[in-house]
């Protein structure tokens, strides 16, 4: 046996379109990716996920808090339990709009499951097809 019959040569196979296809595709998801990103903020804030707005001015911070437009952190788990002011934050949030987290997490669920059919779409059928996907994608609510 020679040394130059045990030699394997393996280089990665690529195909890539010469029309174009590859950078409408990249460009689709790179599109689908930022309407994800907003799709997720929209959700944090339909689902009272999102703080207020911190005060600006002392005069709105007393008000603020004369108005009772705040959240003690743990305390709605543990009212009566011994509080220091080291670690205790405030949120600014009405406590009359609570955070509806499992609501978040079933919308962001559906919203996951979209986004996946869409990205699917966008590698795999022609960027025209993709593109219908991904207006769907944009278009669609998810709470």
């Known amino acids: 046996m020679r040394y130059s019959d045990n030699i394997n040569i393996s280089a990665p196979i690529s195909f890539t379109a010469e029309d174009g296809t590859e950078d409408q595709r990249y460009h689709l998801r790179n599109r689908l ?4 990103a907003e799709k997720e903020c929209e959700l944090g804030e339909a689902f009272n996920l999102v ?17 009772g437009l705040f959240v003690i952190n743990g305390e709605d788990k543990a009212p009566d339990a011994p509080f220091t002011w080291i670690g205790a934050t405030l949120q600014w949030r009405d406590p009359q709009k ?40 944009e278009q669609a609510t998810f709470h």
């Open 33 to 36: 990716y930022n309407i994800y």
């Open 51 to 67: 703080d207020d707005d911190a005060p600006r001015t002392p005069r709105e911070m007393r008000e603020r808090i004369n108005k």
């Open 98 to 137: 609570p955070a509806d987290l499992a609501g978040y997490e079933a919308a962001l669920d559906k919203a996951r499951d979209a986004r996946t059919k869409a990205m699917d779409d966008i590698t795999i059928l022609d960027p025209k097809d993709g593109l219908n996907s991904l207006r769907e994608f």
